[in-house]
């Protein structure tokens, strides 16, 4: 798929289809996070993949949709330590494996969390560790084809800020 369709034509899935995810694809999605740009390559990161039905169900209860976690395929808590733009570093490995999901027809959605130190708790994250992000995969419960629409189509219907309100060139 082309980058700037990819970009255009994903949207958050919270109703997924209740199949599993093939392992290559599994495989694909973590890759593209593990491969991130990061500041002095630090990679700051590690993504732990709540497989665990029990452990799943209390991660389910801290994050601020619970069905998000329970209906995923994929859950993958963005785990961050260091010093420095830790919380981008982040972002850019979420948004890589949200990407890399989205070219194989996998929806995916950002969870925010109600307590981070919760989380941080039951996933028993190391010293100095703590949860950036909540991370659910799944296929659609509701296809979207990005291919029935071109790029800026997609843009047009997206519920955004105009173009004039975001951007400004000095």
């Known amino acids: 798929m082309d980058t700037f369709l990819a970009v ?3 949207r958050e899935v919270r109703e997924y289809a209740g199949r599993p995810i093939p392992a290559d694809a599994t495989q694909r999605i973590l890759e ?5 740009g990061s500041s002095r390559n630090r990679q700051p990161w590690r993504f732990v993949v709540v497989e665990s039905p029990s452990l799943r169900e209390r991660l389910a209860e801290a994050v601020h949709v619970s069905a998000n976690v329970r209906g995923a395929a994929l859950v993958v808590v963005v785990a961050v330590s260091g010093r420095g733009p830790t919380a981008f570093d982040a972002g850019r ?4 494996m949200m990407l890399t999901a989205w070219n194989d027809h996998i929806g995916s ?9 919760a989380v ?4 028993d994250l190391e010293e100095g560790e703590h949860p ?4 659910t995969f799944g ?3 509701h296809t979207r084809d990005p291919f029935r629409r ?3 189509e997609w843009i047009e219907r997206a519920d955004r800020k105009p173009f004039d309100e975001v951007i400004q060139r000095l």
């Not at 959605?109 to 130190?117: A, F, S, W, Y």
């Not at 941080?120 to 996933?123: F, G, M, S, T």
């Open 132 to 135: 950036t992000i909540v991370l």
């Open 32 to 36: 593209a996070g593990r491969v991130a």
């Open 8 to 10: 255009a034509s994903k």
């Open 139 to 141: 296929y659609p419960a």
């Open 150 to 152: 071109e790029a800026v």
């Open 93 to 96: 490995a979420a948004q890589n």
């Open 120 to 123: 941080a708790a039951l996933l």
């Open 109 to 117: 959605c950002p969870n925010g969390m109600t307590d981070p130190d």
